[in-house]
């Protein structure tokens, strides 16, 4: 005859605990471990998400960068092509006959010289040195109309140091 | 106004709510380290748990609208991390969360804050096979000793519900221990 397997009724053994302990005194020490934990002030799941932030600033860094770039480039190439493109107008709308086509080869010394004494802006030799490149100035030289000694006289005077000999 | 009122008007006031709240951690710290502990069985982790669970109640209270009692919702809250807590062991560890369970149960006999007798460990090991909710509806009533009103507000599910599956789990269990 097979032995009856005995009935554990779980509920008459009332165990009050699972039979877990902890360490001695664990209790008391609970409340300043959890404001420690508050007061460092490191957000719920700061660092899952850390990764996205250092993308999403990256991005933007990048976009800065760009926009920095742009402006530079803007500066540098059509700053000097303006300043062209105004001076061939302001001469042409103002001391040329409006029927003629307006060149720069076209223009008379004393045109430029008047706009020069008018426009602050590009009057520093610097400014105007950028403008031109070394075939413009050799082309200058060669058809230039100056007497050597009015060419002496201007070297005399001028401030070497304001010249763009780098050009 | 009563005392349960009173204390939430001062934990959600910037100006009380530290002291308050010293107090409410107080008032439920060991229930809750008990119920945390039922679930994930180690005490170790059992702390971490309950820290997680404070700290989350610490910067919600402020969104606590006392639709249900403080301490349905702290439970609800202790309830949570403990699972997540379970979840994130069973990814790290590339296993299910049921095998975690299984291998918390089976490292009980060597683990120096457990002093359980045979049937306790033999309980822990026949509770794990349970599933998660029949696991959390017998801890609360079985150890908690919650009414079931407390435990449906907790778990969110109907008085009727909680009393079929403690009745399923209660059976399962001593089919287990009768057998092994």
Redesign the interface.
Same mark, same amino acid.
Do not use: Q
């Given at each position: 005859m097979k032995n009856a +397997? +005995?009935? %554990? *009724? %779980?509920?008459a053994?009332n165990? +009050?605990?699972?039979? /877990?302990?902890?360490?001695k005194n664990? /209790?008391e020490g609970?409340?300043t471990?959890? /404001?420690a +934990?508050?007061n460092s002030d490191i957000p *719920?799941n700061y660092f899952d998400s850390i990764e996205d932030k250092v993308f999403a600033k990256l991005a933007s860094e990048k976009q800065t960068v760009k926009v920095i770039s742009f402006k530079s480039r803007i500066v540098k190439r059509f700053i000097p092509i303006l300043a062209a493109a105004s001076l061939v107008l302001f001469i042409g709308l103002n001391f040329l006959n409006k029927s003629e086509t307006t060149t720069f080869d076209s223009l008379e010394i004393s045109d430029i010289s008047t706009w020069l004494d008018s426009e602050n802006n590009i009057t520093h030799t610097y400014a105007l040195g950028a403008l031109l490149d070394t075939d413009d100035i050799t082309t200058l030289s060669n058809t230039s109309t100056l007497e050597d000694i009015q060419l002496l006289n201007y070297l005399d005077n001028i401030n070497l140091e304001d010249l763009n000999l780098n050009n | 106004m009563d005392s349960e009122k009173q204390l939430i008007t001062q934990l959600q006031n910037t100006q009380t709510q530290d002291k308050a709240f010293r107090t409410l951690m107080g008032l439920y710290k060991e229930r809750l380290y008990w119920h945390i502990r039922n679930i994930v069985k180690s005490h170790n982790d059992a702390d971490d748990v309950l820290q997680n669970a404070f700290i989350k109640v610490y910067r919600n209270i402020s969104n606590f609208k006392g639709d249900s009692k403080l301490y349905s919702w702290m439970y609800r809250i202790a309830t949570n991390e403990s699972i997540t807590h379970l979840n994130k062991k069973a990814k790290q560890q590339q296993v299910s969360v049921e095998d975690v369970q299984i291998q918390l149960a089976a490292s009980l006999h060597a683990d120096n804050y457990f002093s359980g007798d045979e049937i306790q460990e033999k309980l822990q090991k026949a509770l794990v096979l349970l599933p998660t909710k029949q696991q959390l509806v017998f801890n609360m009533k079985y150890f908690d000793n919650m009414k079931y009103d407390d435990i449906s507000d907790v778990l969110g599910t109907s008085v009727g519900a909680l009393k079929a599956s403690y009745h399923h789990a209660v059976k399962k269990i001593e089919h287990y221990l009768t057998n092994s």
């Open positions: +397997k +005995k009935h %554990i *009724d %779980i509920e053994l165990y +009050k605990n699972a039979g /877990f302990s902890t360490p664990y /209790f609970i409340e471990k959890v /404001f +934990k508050i *719920d | -």
